[in-house]
């Protein structure tokens, strides 16, 4: 799904130079999977400190290079909260923090303990690792708890998240208990970030036929179908929202011509993904169905982040809501 790789300041420090650069030029982001940690918070100004320290601080073509690439390596980068201060030394405190709270591997300049999941950039080059290889999406049980699972590297690293389910139904069971366990894994984020912001959305199309739409529509049973929605939000949901989450619902509709809300995903600051049938478990316990959780390319998740998060938006607006979580489960 997504992968994060904790990145030597000292190696980045080198990327100036275009030849060291290139390797890693389409090496990160949400088309290979690979995500670069920015650990601890002063990543960013350790890469800076070491370039100015080195023989080419006096270079100002270089100093340009290396910040336009800091740039926008940080805009992308997932922001990971500082530990172990008291080791002064990157690498050493990177696999500190590697020891409660695993990268996929740590890129760097060398390897002195022979860490096996330190990946040694020279020798990346010559002979791989197996670390770097990123796994083909996944075919996931559509249980609750599998679907989540299978989404969990996501939720617990992003700041912000939307999920989309059109038909989305919060009285019955299989929507509830899937929208509970990804629940459960946002409010288990472990990125540091003090207000991680999540929302569903959700629509009413599907309570109408399809030639009744725009001006076909009364709009008095319009705001019937809205109320009920979000009235059956606030009867079933707060128990499942974890204790002081907050999740927000949104109810669109079509605009003439316009998008139809269709497809499930969960979009996310940092990359998103579809469902190929949708968030709801199968119904059964003893089910043997599954599904295709699929990364979105960068033109799809660009595309899908605006329709739903930028403004204007691709639907009209009918209805939202917050709501407070009364559940007192225990985040993992």
Known sequence: MIYEFALDPELVARWHDRKEYFPFK?????KTGRFIAAYPKKWKKMA?????????????????RLSAMLDDLWEKAIKRKSSFPEIINWLERTEAEHAIRPFRGV???????SRDYVIHAEDLMENGHPLWDIPDDPVVPRKAEDLAEAVSPLLKKCRWAVIVDPNFDPGKSR?????????IEFAGNDQGCETPHIELHTGIDRFFKNHE??????PDDEQTEVQ???????????????KSMTLKIKIWKRKPDGQRLHNRYILTDLAGISFG????????????????ITRLSEKQYDQRRREYRDSPQAFDLVGEAD?????TVKTR
Request: with cysteine; proline share 6%; net charge negative.
């Open 213 to 218: 739409i725009g001006e076909n529509r009364n």
């Open 175 to 183: 929507f509830q208990d899937t929208l509970k366990c990804f629940l």
């Open 107 to 113: 890129l760097a300049a060398g390897n002195p303990r």
């Open 26 to 30: 389409e090496a990160f982001g949400i």
């Open 277 to 292: 049938t949708g968030i709801d478990h199968s119904g059964s316990s003893n089910s043997e169905e599954t599904d295709d």
């Open 48 to 64: 800076y400190e070491t370039f100015m320290n080195g023989p080419d601080a006096q270079n100002q073509n270089a100093l340009m």
């Open 228 to 242: 009920k929605l979000t009235n059956n939000c606030r009867k079933y949901l707060p128990p499942l929202i974890p």
């Open 323 to 327: 709501f407070i979580g009364k559940s």
